[in-house]
């Protein structure tokens, strides 16, 4: 069984930041990328953000305000989010691409319960 576990959501007023964290627990060989994702109201998901072996990718939304990073030794995933706008308001999920044991030669993808973002103006 795998789990991903986010915290950091919280309240903040526009222009404000904040850090979201994810950390991914048990029956994992491997894990390929990690992202954040969000979902407004009403909105459908979209992609914040993703690291893969290094390699970072952002929507443009987060250009210049989101940074992800990656702990590869303690499979956690961070977002520090600045500058944060009324617009940021969603759920944001954690992300993982997981290989449970070496026999799986797939990764399938996994996400946390997500956490509420909310910026007041």
């Known amino acids: 069984q795998v789990q991903l576990v986010e915290s950091g959501g919280g309240l903040v007023q526009a222009g404000g930041s904040l850090t979201l964290s994810c950390a991914a627990s048990g029956s994992i060989f491997n894990i390929n990328g990690m992202g954040w994702y969000r979902q407004a109201s009403g909105k459908q998901r979209e992609l914040v953000a993703e690291i893969t072996r290094g390699v970072t990718n952002y929507a443009e939304f987060a250009k210049g305000r989101f940074t992800i990073s990656r702990d590869y030794a303690r499979n956690t995933v961070t977002l520090q989010m600045s500058s944060l706008q009324p617009e940021d308001t969603a759920v944001y999920y954690c992300?993982?691409?997981?290989?449970?044991?070496?026999?799986?030669?797939?990764?399938?993808?996994?996400w946390g319960q997500g956490t509420q973002v909310t910026v007041s103006s």
């Open positions: 992300n993982a691409n997981i290989r449970r044991n070496p026999s799986i030669t797939v990764y399938s993808p996994y």
